[in-house]
Structures are given as structure tokens and as C-alpha cells.
């Protein structure tokens, strides 16, 4: 079946240390992005792809940063996570702009 | 951006019964989506909805667009139906043109 998977599902580290969340598809959409959804609170966008082409939220911090070396693939890279970055991270994708969107099954981070 | 709010905030139901979930949203919409977010949370697409009625089992859903409402109907609900429901909504221009969430619906359903 054609879905959007995430690895890992639950990821632990360490105030400060370096972390990536990984997001493929076998859809073969246009469209990746990544989203931010803490405790009780509604998934909120940081930025996406589409192809290559990188869209930033205005108000995504600086430590967070994605790249997407091929269609099926999309990371999120967190320089240094502090502890307000524990969140559960989804990746979606979708074939258009303003098309449906497919969630992953989502990472969910513990910073220590 | 656009507004999305969501009614009610919470609901308890005893399984069997039917409920209406409701998505307001501020301007035009190209996407409104609903969505199901389980226990995991994984969000589960439930239905993609800018315009008219769709079903699916025991579960529908309208969106009037002119009028900017989308509205989520469950029937005979079971207690796999407890959860958040989420209504997301995308404009067609500028800062409206992200997927914007709604705060969510928390839906228990008591056997």
C-alpha cells in the first residue's frame, strides 16, 4: 500500500545534541512538509517542500532545518534541542498544493 | 491567516448515539480537511471536503462553502470513534495558504 512512513516513531536525546527525524513516501507526491504538534494542541506547520523547492514558516526557528535529497525522502534536522522542542514531529505529503494531505504515523521526541 | 474553530471543545457521548461536529473558517477555501487523530497520534484522514456531502460508513460530512462551515456527522457511534477530531482548512491566496488546524474536538464515547 502507498503510504508515508516515519522513523523513528519515538526518538530520546539530549538538551543540546543533534537530532534528525527521517520521512519517506511511496505516493510519489510533489508536495513533503513537516509539522510541529505539542501536548494538546493542534499540529502547527514549520515549513515544506515542494519538489526541491523549500518553503519556510516565518516563525520557525532557526534550529530547525530540512532538506529533501530525492522525491520520496524528507529529514528534519534539529541543530540543538532545548526543551521546548518536545513535540510529536509529523510528515505529510500531498501531489498538489492545495490538495489532500497524507500524515505519517509521526516521531515523537523526548529531550532530556 | 485564516481563522478555523471548531464546536464544541469536548463531547461525551454513550456509544449508539449520533453527533454533529462543526468547522467554522474565516475565508474561501481550496482544501478542508477532517481528520481523526488516534490514540498513537496518527492524524487519520477522514474526508477531503472544500465543497458539497460525502460519506463513508457510518460516518459524513457537508461543507457550505459560501456560507464557511463544514459540518462532521457520526451515526451509531462506538467507542473506536473516541478521539481528537480535527478540522483543517487552506485559503486560496497568500497568508491563508497553509493547512490551518483547527483546536480540535475530544470525543469520548462510553459503552
Known amino acids: 500500500d502507498a503510504m508515508v512512513i516515519q522513523n523513528p516513531r519515538y526518538q530520546v536525546t539530549q538538551f543540546g545534541k543533534p537530532v534528525t527525524l527521517s520521512c519517506s513516501q511511496t505516493l510519489n507526491h510533489n508536495v513533503m512538509y513537516w509539522y510541529q504538534q505539542k501536548s494538546s494542541q493542534a499540529p502547527k506547520l514549520l515549513f515544506h517542500y515542494y519538489d526541491k523547492d523549500f518553503n519556510n514558516e516565518a516563525d520557525t526557528p532557526d534550529n530547525f532545518q530540512s532538506r529533501r535529497p530525492n522525491t520520496s525522502f524528507c529529514f528534519l534536522d534539529i541543530r540543538s534541542p532545548g526543551l521546548g522542542d518536545a513535540a510529536m514531529y509529523l510528515c505529510?505529503?500531498?501531489?498538489?498544493?492545495?490538495?489532500?494531505?497524507?500524515f505519517g504515523p509521526g516521531t515523537r521526541l523526548t529531550v532530556l | 491567516g485564516i481563522q478555523v474553530e471548531q464546536s464544541p471543545p469536548d463531547l461525551i457521548l454513550q456509544e449508539g448515539a449520533n453527533s454533529t461536529l462543526r468547522c467554522n473558517f474565516s475565508d474561501s477555501v481550496n482544501n478542508l480537511q477532517w481528520f481523526h487523530q488516534n490514540p498513537w497520534g496518527q492524524l487519520i484522514n477522514l474526508f477531503y471536503?472544500?465543497?458539497g456531502t460525502k460519506q463513508n460508513g457510518r460516518l459524513s460530512a457537508t461543507t457550505v462553502a459560501t456560507e464557511r462551515y463544514s459540518l462532521l456527522y457520526i451515526s451509531s457511534s462506538q467507542t473506536t470513534d473516541s478521539g481528537v477530531y480535527f478540522c483543517a482548512a487552506r485559503g486560496n491566496t497568500g497568508a491563508n495558504s497553509k493547512l490551518t488546524f483547527g483546536k480540535g474536538i475530544t470525543l469520548s464515547v462510553r459503552p
Open positions: 505529510a505529503t500531498s501531489s498538489r498544493t492545495g490538495g489532500p494531505q497524507y
Open positions: 471536503i472544500p465543497s
